[in-house]
């Protein structure tokens, strides 16, 4: 997870009063390697049986809502429905359908299939929630047919950027989303980038909240790409951030960068020491009298150590613990 506390002032939406309001906005960013599995477990511990929504909560009338006519081709921005603003809407609110609050009968409400993910992020109390690898494709959002109408959460609007790229192969890929609190975003758009190759990949998709903007993005991992796609990603960034700047913006990113700024940054697994190759090193500089005093002052305190170390883990007891989360 990435937490982000952001003091801003946020123009909200034209469906409510036209001033700026001056709050602090939680930012919750999360690569989740996949929505749908995710969403599975969440269900699982967050059951839809309560509703964490309170009766002062917009009603799913003043909801914005993009119907499936008028899902975008690719391009353009969220005036023409190039992102997706998905919330519960009025009229499925009477059939009990596509994820909103409908009824079973005249006296008890049914809950919409996404209020176990609605719980998740009220009980995170989260405004704006960032998610990567949505592996979630555009002909499943097209068809509503997307997992636990995940696009449709209570008190939300989702905007997404699926990946839409020329291979077929490859759609199950990347996406990105990003929700928001009802009435805190004013236009989106999941082509920022201006690069028909790079916005077709599901990667970034930005959303104007009046006085800033944000780009919700999953950079291109440098292992799995050439170097050349990856700093192509980040300089066209840059641009989009730029542009928006100029155009009196604050701009705040947030996402799984891919990047590791320290290396503090870097999973330990990558960031194992040969401990033998340390302590060769240091006693040949020490015996040579050459180096010893240029060598980082860890290395030689390893050096100094590693027997003691080593002694006291061989007398380790590995002793089996079972465990109960009791959540």
């Known amino acids: 997870y990435e937490l982000v506390l952001v003091q801003c002032a946020v123009t909200p939406h034209s469906r409510y009063p036209s001033t700026s309001v001056h709050t602090t906005m939680l930012i919750f960013s999360w690569n989740v390697a996949g929505w749908s599995q995710t969403i599975k477990r969440i269900d699982t511990d967050y059951p839809a049986t309560t509703s964490s929504t309170s009766s002062s909560s917009p009603t799913p009338s003043a909801y914005a809502v993009t119907t499936e006519s008028s899902l975008p081709a690719p391009g353009g921005s969220v005036a023409s429905s190039s992102s997706f603003s998905s919330a519960a809407a009025a009229s499925a609110a ?83 989303v990003t929700y928001a609190k009802v009435g805190t975003v004013q236009s989106a758009d999941c082509r920022p980038l201006g690069s028909p190759d790079l916005d077709d990949q599901g990667r970034c998709v930005m959303t104007n909240h009046g006085k800033f903007v944000l780009f919700n993005v999953y950079v291109p991992a440098g292992g799995s790409n050439p170097l050349s796609y990856k700093m192509k990603f980040l300089n066209a960034l840059r641009r989009a951030m730029q542009r928006q700047r100029k155009a009196g913006k604050h701009v705040i990113l947030s996402g799984d960068l891919n990047i590791a700024h320290r290396r503090d940054d870097v999973h330990w697994k990558y960031r194992v020491v040969d401990v033998d190759a340390v302590v060769q090193e240091v006693r040949r500089a020490r015996e040579t009298g050459y180096g010893s005093s240029t060598l980082p002052q860890w290395k030689l305190e390893l050096c100094d150590h590693w027997d003691l170390i080593n002694a006291a883990l061989s007398t380790k007891e590995v002793i089996p613990v079972t465990t109960k989360n009791t959540k």
């Open 94 to 176: 009477s059939t009990g359908t596509g994820g909103t609050t409908g009824t079973t009968s005249s006296k008890a409400k049914r809950l919409p299939r996404s209020q176990s993910i609605a719980n998740y992020f009220a009980r995170h109390n989260a405004d704006i929630i960032c998610i990567q690898e949505a592996k979630i494709p555009l002909s499943q959002l097209s068809s509503r047919s997307e997992p636990l109408g995940c696009s449709s959460i209570p008190g939300y609007e989702s905007f997404w950027c699926p990946n839409t790229c020329a291979d077929a192969s490859k759609r199950g890929f990347n996406g990105v």
